[in-house]
């Protein structure tokens, strides 16, 4: 029987707070972004009157589409790779951009907020693996990174992001997400000005549990929540 995304949902909720016991943590402290790329809006709708309020999108086109037919208390995280050109029409429709993978980007970002009067949440990407097939700063590139980013007005870094290898054992994640933890620690006690790394975006589906254990302070489940894509 196909499983409806009110089981799944509890299902998530009850994994969170297991892993919460187990790490000693408190949930409160963790978001949940339901990551609904390619699914048709009953299926965000639906969500949203189970009580979800962050949705993770990684297209833009997807998010000019589904952002204006949500209510207006609805948080949009973009958390696929953007290109440069595309920073304006998306910006008005989300709340963080977790994707931030090069210095040239944050400019575009840092220009289109102080043009549109608004400060802009932002996470910087880190491919904490190497995966030659993924975007993100090295872990050794972000300190650089950081040095500029910090001195752009309309933008505070709250933090990082990365996506995990995909594996069938989600242990095989963890030293990732202590590589990430440790980074995101060295930082904030460097206590940099507009830097405040108070958010951790790790873990998905098949290793979200795992991820809070390591310190997690969002976590992007998709299909674990709306089903298979
Ligand atoms: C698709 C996606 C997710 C969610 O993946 P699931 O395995 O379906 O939970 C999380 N983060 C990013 C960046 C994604 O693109």
Redesign the pocket.
């Known amino acids: 029987m196909k499983k409806t995304i009110r089981d799944n949902l509890e299902q998530v909720h009850k994994n969170m707070a297991s892993a919460c016991a187990r790490s000693g943590r408190d949930i409160r402290q963790i978001t949940l ?1 339901a ?1 609904s ?1 390619t699914k048709p809006l009953e299926d965000l709708q639906m969500a949203y009157d189970l009580g979800v309020r962050d949705f ?1 999108e ?1 297209k833009v086109q997807e998010i000019l589409q589904k952002a204006p037919q949500m209510p207006s208390d609805v948080r949009f995280h973009m ?2 790779h953007l290109q440069r050109n595309k920073v304006r029409q998306v910006l008005p429709h989300v709340s963080v951009i ?2 931030v993978d090069s210095v040239r980007l944050a400019s575009e970002i840092q220009q289109e907020a102080q043009r549109i009067d608004r400060i802009v949440d932002i996470l910087l990407e880190v491919n904490v693996a190497g995966e030659e097939s993924k975007f993100g700063f090295s872990p050794e590139e972000v300190m650089e990174a950081l040095s500029s980013i910090c001195n752009f007005s309309h933008i505070r870094v709250c933090g990082l ?1 990365t ?1 995990a290898p995909f594996v069938e054992n989600s242990e095989k994640n963890r030293p990732v997400f202590q590589k990430l933890f440790q980074l995101y620690v060295d930082i904030k006690r460097k206590n940099i000005d507009n830097v405040s790394m108070s958010v951790l975006s790790m873990g ?3 290793d ?1 549990e795992v991820a809070v254990e390591e310190g997690a302070t969002m976590i ?7 089903g298979a ?1």
């Open positions: 972004i990551v790329k993770g990684n958390i696929g977790h994707s992001m996506i998905m589906t098949g979200y992007r489940v998709g299909t674990g929540i709306f894509r």
